[in-house]
């Protein structure tokens, strides 16, 4: 499965699509990429006159690439056949270093910690455009066909 593809089976569209392009992928892991557009909704009010882009925002972007892409990827075959994805996050426990600012690039990594019964739980960290660590932490969701 290619990352066009992936990204194509993903329930977000425009302006709540965090993904633009997804590097590594395996069954272990997966790494992905988000540029924040400099005229994001979120930019408006967050901070005003400083924009910065909201913790929530980076969380789903964290969620997007490291629990849903990855998700699709181990059930790939699955997918392929039925078509049919189910998501729900489930929790999420994140801690915040740096702040990501509009236009910035961030890479996002995740590594599968366990994934049985349906539940995938990953830890997930995004680094910024100088390979700093932004964010880390793990986020777990159910993801069944």
Request: charged fraction near 20%; glycine fraction near 6%.
């Amino acid at each position: 499965m290619t990352s066009k593809q992936i990204i194509s089976l993903l329930p977000y569209q425009e302006p709540f699509l965090f993904v633009d392009e997804l590097t590594l992928m395996s069954s272990e892991g997966i790494t992905g990429h988000y540029t924040f557009k400099k005229e994001s909704y979120f930019y408006k009010g967050h901070f005003k006159d400083n924009p910065i882009t909201p913790g929530v925002i980076l969380t789903e972007c964290m969620a997007q690439i490291g629990l849903v892409c990855l998700g699709i990827y181990i059930l790939k075959d699955q997918i392929l056949e039925n078509n049919l994805l189910q998501i729900a996050l489930t929790s999420s426990q994140v801690d915040f270093f740096l702040p990501v600012l509009p236009g910035e690039k961030v890479t996002i990594v995740s590594e599968k910690e366990v994934f049985r019964f349906n539940k995938l739980k990953c830890k997930v960290k995004l680094l910024n455009s100088k390979g700093e660590l932004v964010c880390r932490g793990k986020i777990s969701g159910m993801v069944k066909v």
